[in-house]
């Protein structure tokens, strides 16, 4: 099954249409997404450790989902 995800960080808005069986870590990868460096959500919640090689099936997406980043901000 083919889901939408949008993937937003601070300074990008792209969509992906992706396979249910793709992990979150493919697809952030996909869209040159540095996961070390900022805050991510999936549909607003936060990602735990160890999900990054879950699945949309394992999180229970079927049509679509948000992807957000936060980047932190280095004091200056």
């Known amino acids: ?28 990868e996909e869209a040159g997404v540095d996961y070390t460096k900022g805050f991510l959500t999936l549909d607003g919640g936060a990602i735990a450790p160890g999900d990054m ?3 949309f099936d394992d999180f229970g997406i079927t ?12 004091n200056a």
């Not at 939408?4 to 952030?28: A, I, P």
């Open 1 to 28: 099954m083919v889901i939408k995800v949008y993937v937003r960080t601070n300074v990008s808005k792209e969509t992906y249409n992706v396979e249910s069986d793709t992990t979150l870590r493919t697809v952030l």
């Open 53 to 55: 090689d879950k699945t």
């Open 63 to 74: 049509e679509k989902t948000y992807v957000n980043q936060c980047v932190k901000a280095d």
